[in-house]
C-alpha cells in the first residue's frame, strides 16, 4: 500500500454542559504533527469559558452600539444641515452691504464737495453784489457832486476829474456785476451736482435700509439654528460631531461675532438728510438759475445806461434781488453741506462692523 503523508490544522471545539472552549492550533514540526493533550485537566493552555447566551448578548450590545452611532450621525448631519441652510440665507441677505456702504460713502462725499463749491460761489456773489451796490452809490454820490470852481478853466477840469472818476466807478461797478452773474452761473452747476449726488444718495439709502433689515434678520434666524444646533447635540457624543459638523459649526459661530447687527435707524436717518439736501439743493438751483437771470439783466447796458427815475430805480431793485438770491443760495448750499457731512459720519458708523461682517461671511 502506498504511503501517505496527511498534514492536518484543525480547531477543535470542545463542547461540555453547554460551555464552550476554544482549543489552540497543533504546531507542525520537522517530524510531523505533535498531538496536544485534550483532557482540560492537564492542558498547560488556560480556556476562557463563554456562553452562548454571553457571546449573544456581546453581539447585541455591538449592533446595538453601532445603531446609536448611526443614529447619531444622521441627527447631526440633519441639524448641520439646518444650520448651513440659515448661513447661507445670512450670507445672501449680508453679502454687498459694505459695498453699498461706501457708494452711499462716495455719493455724501460728492454732495458735501459740490455743495461746498456751492455755498463758496453763491456766498462770492453775494459779497461781490454788496460791493458793487456800494459801488452803485458812489457813482450816484459823484454824479451828484457839485462844481465848486470859479473859473471856466478850473471848471473843465474839475468836471473832467468828475468824469474821470464816474468812469472808473462806471467800469468797477459793470466789473463786478459780471462777476457777480459768473458766480451765479456758476454756482447753478455745483447745486445741480448736489442735486444729483442726493438724490442718489437717498434712493441707495433706501434700498441699503432694507437690505439691513433683511441681514438683521437672516443674523437672528442664524443665531437661533445655532442655539437649536447645540441643544440637539447636547446629548450626543461631541467627539462624534465629525469635520463637517464642526466646520459648519465653527462658521456659524464666526458669523455671529462679526455680524452684530446693523443700525437701522441710523441708516433711516442718513435717507432722511440725503432727501433734505436734495430738497436744498433743488431750491438752490431753482434760486441760482433766477439769481444768474436777474443779475445778468441789472449789468446789462439797456439797464444801467436807462437814467431815467424809473430805470434807475429798476436797476436798484435787479441788483437787490440779485444780491438776495445769492444770499438764499448761499444758505441753501451750506444747509447741503452740513447735512452730507453729517450723513457721511453716520454712514461710517456701519462700515467698520460691515467690513468684519463681509470677511466672516466669506
Given at each position: 500500500?502506498?504511503?501517505?503523508?496527511?498534514?492536518?490544522?484543525?480547531?477543535?471545539?470542545?463542547?461540555?454542559?453547554?460551555?464552550?472552549?476554544?482549543?489552540?492550533?497543533?504546531?507542525?514540526?520537522?517530524?510531523?504533527?505533535?498531538?496536544?493533550?485534550?483532557?482540560?485537566?492537564?492542558?498547560?493552555?488556560?480556556?476562557?469559558?463563554?456562553?452562548?447566551?454571553?457571546?449573544?448578548?456581546?453581539?447585541?450590545?455591538?449592533?446595538?452600539?453601532?445603531?446609536?452611532?448611526?443614529?447619531?450621525?444622521?441627527?447631526?448631519?440633519?441639524?448641520?444641515?439646518?444650520?448651513?441652510?440659515?448661513?447661507?440665507?445670512?450670507?445672501?441677505?449680508?453679502?454687498?452691504?459694505?459695498?453699498?456702504?461706501?457708494?452711499?460713502?462716495?455719493?455724501?462725499?460728492?454732495?458735501?464737495?459740490?455743495?461746498?463749491?456751492?455755498?463758496?460761489?453763491?456766498?462770492?456773489?453775494?459779497?461781490?453784489?454788496?460791493?458793487?451796490?456800494?459801488?452803485?452809490?458812489?457813482?450816484?454820490?459823484?454824479?451828484?457832486?457839485?462844481?465848486?470852481?470859479?473859473?471856466?478853466?478850473?471848471?473843465?477840469?474839475?468836471?473832467?476829474?468828475?468824469?474821470?472818476?464816474?468812469?472808473?466807478?462806471?467800469?468797477?461797478?459793470?466789473?463786478?456785476?459780471?462777476?457777480?452773474?459768473?458766480?451765479m452761473a456758476g454756482s447753478i452747476a455745483t447745486s445741480a451736482t448736489s442735486l444729483g449726488t442726493s438724490i442718489a444718495?437717498?434712493?441707495?439709502?433706501?434700498?441699503?435700509?432694507?437690505?439691513?433689515?433683511?441681514?438683521?434678520?437672516?443674523?437672528?434666524?442664524?443665531?437661533?439654528?445655532?442655539?437649536?444646533?447645540?441643544?440637539?447635540?447636547?446629548?450626543?457624543?461631541?467627539?462624534?460631531?465629525?469635520?463637517?459638523?464642526?466646520?459648519?459649526?465653527?462658521?456659524?459661530?464666526?458669523?455671529?461675532?462679526?455680524?452684530?447687527?446693523?443700525?437701522?435707524?441710523?441708516?433711516?436717518?442718513?435717507?432722511?438728510?440725503?432727501?433734505?439736501?436734495?430738497?436744498?439743493?433743488?431750491?438752490?438751483?431753482?434760486?441760482?438759475?433766477?439769481?444768474?437771470?436777474?443779475?445778468?439783466?441789472?449789468?446789462?447796458?439797456?439797464?444801467?445806461?436807462?437814467?431815467?427815475?424809473?430805470?434807475?430805480?429798476?436797476?436798484?431793485?435787479?441788483?437787490?434781488?440779485?444780491?438776495?438770491?445769492?444770499?438764499?443760495?448761499?444758505?441753501?448750499?451750506?444747509?447741503?453741506?452740513?447735512?452730507?457731512?453729517?450723513?457721511?459720519?453716520?454712514?461710517?458708523?456701519?462700515?467698520?462692523?460691515?467690513?468684519?461682517?463681509?470677511?466672516?461671511?466669506?
Amino acid at each position: 500500500m502506498k504511503k501517505v503523508s496527511v498534514i492536518t490544522l484543525t480547531l477543535v471545539m470542545l463542547i461540555s454542559n453547554g460551555v464552550v472552549y476554544s482549543a489552540p492550533r497543533k504546531k507542525r514540526n520537522s517530524g510531523g504533527i505533535t498531538p496536544t493533550a485534550t483532557s482540560t485537566t492537564t492542558s498547560t493552555n488556560t480556556l476562557t469559558p463563554i456562553t452562548i447566551e454571553e457571546l449573544e448578548t456581546k453581539k447585541e450590545m455591538e449592533e446595538l452600539e453601532i445603531g446609536e452611532i448611526i443614529e447619531g450621525q444622521t441627527v447631526i448631519g440633519e441639524i448641520s444641515s439646518n444650520l448651513q441652510e440659515k448661513i447661507n440665507s445670512a450670507k445672501n441677505s449680508c453679502s454687498g452691504i459694505k459695498k453699498d456702504l461706501d457708494l452711499l460713502f462716495g455719493l455724501n462725499i460728492a454732495t458735501t464737495v459740490s455743495s461746498g463749491l456751492g455755498t463758496l460761489a453763491s456766498g462770492g456773489a453775494l459779497v461781490t453784489g454788496i460791493m458793487k451796490a456800494k459801488t452803485d452809490k458812489d457813482i450816484e454820490a459823484i454824479s451828484k457832486k457839485p462844481v465848486s470852481s470859479l473859473t471856466l478853466e478850473e471848471m473843465k477840469a474839475e468836471l473832467e476829474s468828475i468824469k474821470t472818476e464816474l468812469e472808473e466807478a462806471e467800469k468797477k461797478s459793470k466789473t463786478l456785476g459780471n462777476v457777480r452773474t459768473g458766480l451765479m452761473a456758476g454756482s447753478i452747476a455745483t447745486s445741480a451736482t448736489s442735486l444729483g449726488t442726493s438724490i442718489a444718495s437717498s434712493v441707495n439709502a433706501k434700498k441699503l435700509a432694507e437690505k439691513m433689515k433683511e441681514c438683521n434678520k437672516s443674523i437672528a434666524n442664524l443665531k437661533t439654528a445655532r442655539e437649536q444646533f447645540l441643544s440637539d447635540i447636547d446629548d450626543l457624543d461631541v467627539k462624534k460631531l465629525g469635520t463637517s459638523a464642526s466646520s459648519v459649526l465653527m462658521k456659524a459661530d464666526d458669523i455671529v461675532t462679526a455680524c452684530k447687527g446693523y443700525n437701522n435707524d441710523n441708516i433711516k436717518q442718513v435717507q432722511n438728510m440725503s432727501t433734505a439736501s436734495a430738497v436744498s439743493s433743488s431750491v438752490g438751483t431753482a434760486v441760482d438759475i433766477a439769481g444768474t437771470i436777474t443779475s445778468a439783466l441789472a449789468n446789462s447796458t439797456k439797464v444801467r445806461n436807462d437814467n431815467s427815475e424809473d430805470g434807475v430805480k429798476k436797476e436798484k431793485n435787479l441788483n437787490l434781488t440779485s444780491n438776495i438770491m445769492a444770499g438764499v443760495s448761499t444758505a441753501t448750499s451750506g444747509t447741503s453741506t452740513v447735512l452730507s457731512a453729517i450723513s457721511i459720519a453716520k454712514a461710517k458708523e456701519d462700515s467698520d462692523m460691515a467690513q468684519k461682517c463681509e470677511e466672516a461671511l466669506k
